[in-house]
């Protein structure tokens, strides 16, 4: 499976954006899907993860209720819901794709967020 994930920019703290992955080459409802993210310096973190069903929904820690996972099978794309963004949530936000619970085995290739003071 392909991974194109898009959405990000430049936001003020407060602000609020939405990530989209759109998916392509095989069936996406196959597919846990993931986003994580990777800031400067730092290593990469998860923030969150939704079930091919829809019906599982996990969260980083440190999301606190501010992002929602979602996904929209009919249109092979996952979208994270990023609301009262904080300048520490600047980071590059990559989705991913998993068939086993073991790893995610495919990555997209990253959209920058950049949330300002």
């Known amino acids: 499976v392909q991974l194109q994930a898009s959405g990000g920019g430049l936001v003020q703290a407060g602000g609020s954006l939405r990530l989209s992955c759109a998916a392509s080459g095989r069936t996406f409802s196959s597919y846990d899907m993931g986003w994580f993210r990777q800031a400067p310096g730092k290593e990469r973190e998860f923030v969150a993860s939704?079930?091919?069903?829809?019906?599982?929904?996990n969260y980083g820690q440190f999301v606190k209720g501010r992002f929602t996972i979602s996904r929209d099978n009919t249109k092979n794309t996952v979208y994270l819901q990023m609301n009262s963004l904080k300048p520490e949530d600047t980071a590059v936000y990559y989705c991913?794709?998993?068939?086993?619970?073991?790893?995610?085995?495919?990555w997209g290739q990253g959209t920058l967020v950049t949330v300002s003071s």
């Open positions: 991913a794709a998993r068939e086993t619970p073991i790893a995610y085995d495919y």
């Open positions: 939704i079930s091919r069903s829809g019906r599982s929904i």
